[in-house]
């Protein structure tokens, strides 16, 4: 698993690679973004297209919440708390588009996949670069939180069951996610 997340990140790394010596929005004479929200609810996503939108947005806006929530660096028992909170939240909302996805035939699989792509490239390079940072500190100061924090490169794996049951056989059993 260490190895996946190890390449999930490299991986991040690349596609920003470059992104990250833009000024701050701030800097730009333009006001900061505001938090991400999810454009398409879960429970309004009907089209294969929109789950994976769903999916991607809802990527955004967890790495967002990671960032904010880690901002200052709080010490390691609050940051496991609030992980733990985002990534309740987060792993429920996928769930809920997994199981519309898992209903899909593979052509539309396949575009719900090509859409959580899309979305998961729109993490802004100031949240990954962030979001980077908050990783390698808090490896070093308690690595299980290091690997809550992880978990989270590869949460889109709660939408796609079939990867789930892949890469972490036991939480896809404890979800219940079986046929």
Do not use: W
Not at 52 to 68: R, S
Not at 113 to 135: E, L, W
Not at 149 to 163: K, P
């Amino acid at each position: 698993m260490r190895h996946i997340l190890l390449g999930v990140t490299t991986l991040m790394i690349l596609t920003c690679a470059g992104c990250g010596d833009a000024p701050a929005p701030e800097e730009q004479g333009t006001p900061p973004r505001p938090a991400t929200t999810v454009e398409v609810p879960a429970q309004d996503a009907d089209t294969p297209r929109a789950i994976g939108e769903a999916v991607g947005a809802l990527y955004v806006d967890t790495m967002e919440q990671v960032v904010a929530a880690l901002e200052g660096t709080p010490e390691v028992e609050v940051a496991k708390a609030k992980l733990a909170e985002i990534r309740a939240r987060a792993v429920d909302n996928l769930v809920e588009l997994g199981r519309k996805r898992a209903a899909l035939d593979d052509a539309g699989k396949a575009v719900v996949t090509q859409m959580v792509r899309s979305g998961i490239r729109r993490v802004p390079a100031d949240v990954f670069k962030a979001y980077s940072a908050a990783h390698k500190h808090y490896m070093a100061a308690d690595p299980e939180t290091g690997e809550l924090l992880s978990s989270f490169n590869v949460i889109t794996q709660y939408a796609d069951f079939d990867l789930l049951e892949k890469q972490a056989p036991k939480e896809f059993e404890s979800l219940d996610l079986g046929e």
